[in-house]
């Protein structure tokens, strides 16, 4: 009764068990066969026992399972018996699966029988499979990662260094790994470091783990740059690990600094526009009112020298607010194909009766020509400013040096902030062996107003007209200087494709003659109302007068007839010049129509306040000009 309860109870065992179960004799046949082996070989026990074990694997295991059996029985050299290996079985389907196997060896009627222990691994294959593809990814993740990854433990060792935390900071990772966080911090962060790790270890206190900072990082040769760092923590074993993303800022910086930097050019920009258009209506009455007064002097010399000094001295605020406006890049420009060659050599008898003595000038030109499309004037403008600065930073003396050459360009040639259009350039160079610039003085040259010269020595505009007149022509400026090492200053024009046009010689004008036309002024500010009136009516012609827009239409609708309207643009009343012109022509078909404006025509065109192709008399004008462009106007064709 006894043995039968036992006998029960290991088939009960047997028959419930997880694991396959399965017992073979010394020939390899199969005797026992449990449910769970069912389920693995997906055979009925009566199918496979009696028959031998081979047909359960799969080879190689079944060529050498007879051939290992034999050699077990006879010498018992024991390869799986009383130990377990990972095997492959074979289903029914002829598919195999992965199986952990272990074997003992038992005794019946004084034969060995072999009782196998069969494990299915096909779960934890796939788990670790998965797992590894997992790890596989995540490593292939952080090593091509833009942004550096680094993983650090809880007393600060670093445990992974991924290649782009090589590239930021400097140092192989086996340079590192091991070796505290603080090697990659500079002052005050690393003697915050610990401290600040033991706090939070002490109190949970975080400062940055789970947010992020911009921090900066300290590189191999010593050199730091900014970096945004976000912070992230793990359990690992039961400790803190602590994982940080490290993303450097040194190109965002440099690019937000130039966005300032231009934000800063494009609002003094703006101010200085609006400063020369006001200025030009001032120097438009002084100009106007020392020509008539000169013209009344020619008796009387002395007082006659006076007003031509007045003259003068306004011709040179003309030039400065042509300067204001050359680097709100506001001018009028008159581009053309030149040749750079040329221009150079032309200036050097100019330069060299302008520059000391101490100074040696070298010209050194391409030996093919340099077509470049800009303004002649302004250019000889633009290096007449740079020799002159350059003397300036050669007190004791030195050498000047002008080049030009023609050279490619594409996006990255000029750096970051330089938004190059691919190409091919015409280059101007002038450099000096002078005392250079610091950094800081470097960075804000081009900045209008801003001069390292003592008071009354220098306005500070000369290299922002420089500036402004490139930008203008679609060029691009550049400093080159260091301390002690000189500067050179490149200016890339747009190259042009064609040669550049034989000028030819300007026929002697014809003297200027007034009239006897209505001649309708429309002008806000009094002061230059009551040149414009004096000046046409010393020509001969009948002035007409309003102060705006409103009053000018009010007296064409009154019945005035003039034959010439001769307006300022920007007034108030809510009527523009080009408004009232446009109304008075369709009362007055016939009109003529003259603008004038402090403004350049180029910058009234881009907000739409006049066409492009309008007649426009730049503001200050000399009574020469102001008669001649009066003439021109009233004799066009309608």
Not at 464 to 480: P, W
């Amino acid at each position: 009764m006894h043995a039968l309860q036992e006998q029960s109870r290991f088939k009960a065992v047997v028959d419930t068990a997880v694991d396959g179960v399965i017992l073979i004799d010394a020939a390899g046949i199969i005797l026992m066969f449990n449910p769970a082996c069912e389920r693995l070989f997906e055979y009925a026990t009566f199918e496979v026992v009696g028959r031998n074990v081979k047909m359960l694997m799969p080879e190689p295991y079944r060529s050498e399972h007879d051939g290992y059996l034999t050699n077990y029985l006879r010498t018992g050299e024991k390869k799986i018996i009383g130990i377990g290996r990972e095997v492959l079985g074979r289903r029914r389907t002829g598919a195999t699966f992965p199986m952990y196997l272990s074997v003992g060896e038992a005794e019946e009627d004084g034969l060995p029988i072999f009782v196998g222990i069969i494990r299915d691994l096909t779960e934890r294959k796939a788990a670790e499979a998965a797992l590894r593809e997992g790890a596989e990814r995540l490593r292939a993740v952080v090593e091509t990662a833009v942004d550096g990854v680094i993983l650090i433990d809880e007393r600060g060792a670093v445990q992974m260094f991924n290649p782009a935390c090589e590239r930021l900071f400097g140092y192989a990772a086996d340079e590192i790994i091991g070796r505290n966080i603080r090697t990659l911090m500079p002052e005050p962060y690393r003697s915050e470091h610990d401290d600040y790790l033991r706090n939070y270890r002490a109190t949970g206190e975080a400062k940055i783990i789970g947010a992020g900072r911009e921090v900066r990082g300290l590189r191999k040769d010593g050199s730091t740059f900014p970096m945004d760092i976000s912070i992230g923590e793990a359990k690992q074993d039961g400790k803190s690990v602590f994982v940080g993303i490290l993303h450097d800022l040194t190109s965002r910086k440099r690019t937000e600094e130039q966005l300032v930097q231009a934000q800063k050019m494009e609002t003094v920009g703006q101010l200085s526009g609006g400063i020369a258009h006001d200025f030009n209506n001032l120097l438009t009455v002084i100009l106007g009112n020392a020509e008539a007064l000169s013209l009344r002097l020619k008796e009387r010399a002395e007082l006659r020298q006076l007003s031509e000094n007045i003259i003068t001295a306004a011709e040179h605020g003309a030039e400065l607010t042509q300067r204001l406006l050359a680097f709100s890049r506001r001018q009028r420009l008159q581009p053309d194909v030149i040749d750079c060659n040329a221009l150079v050599r032309n200036m050097d008898v100019l330069l060299r009766g302008t520059l000391r003595e101490d100074i040696e000038l070298r010209v050194i030109t391409a030996p093919e020509p340099v077509l470049a499309i800009a303004d002649a004037t302004q250019l000889e403008s633009a290096v007449l400013n740079l020799a002159l600065n350059a003397q300036d930073a050669m007190p004791d003396g030195g050498a000047l040096t002008l080049t030009t050459n023609e050279i490619d360009l594409d996006p990255t040639s000029l750096g970051a902030g330089f938004d190059v259009k691919p190409g091919r350039y015409a280059m101007v160079v002038v450099t000096d062996d002078g005392t250079g610039m610091p950094a800081e003085v470097r960075d804000r040259a081009f900045e209008p107003f801003f001069t390292t010269k003592e008071v009354g020595k220098g306005s500070g505009l000369g290299l922002s007209m420089v500036y402004g007149f490139v930008k203008q022509s679609n060029g691009h400026v550049t400093i080159y200087s260091e301390p002690g090492l000189g500067t050179s200053v490149r200016l890339f024009l747009p190259l042009a494709a064609e040669k550049a046009p034989t000028k030819k010689r300007r026929k002697e004008e014809a003297p200027v003659m007034g009239g006897d036309e209505v001649v309708l002024v429309v002008e806000d500010d009094p002061f230059v109302r009551g040149h414009a009136i004096s000046s046409l009516q010393g020509f001969g012609y009948r002035v007409v007068v309003a102060a705006d827009g409103r009053e000018a239409l009010r007296l064409i609708a009154g019945g005035a007839q003039p034959e010439l309207l001769f307006t300022d643009i920007v007034m108030p009343g809510g009527v523009s010049g080009w408004e009232l012109a446009a109304q008075a022509r369709e009362m007055i078909p016939e009109l003529k129509v003259l603008f004038t404006s402090g403004y350049p025509l180029e910058s009234l065109a881009s907000r739409g306040q006049v066409d492009a192709e309008a007649r426009l008399l730049a503001k200050p004008y000399r009574l020469a000009e102001l008669a001649r462009r009066v003439r021109e106007a009233l004799d066009a064709p309608a």
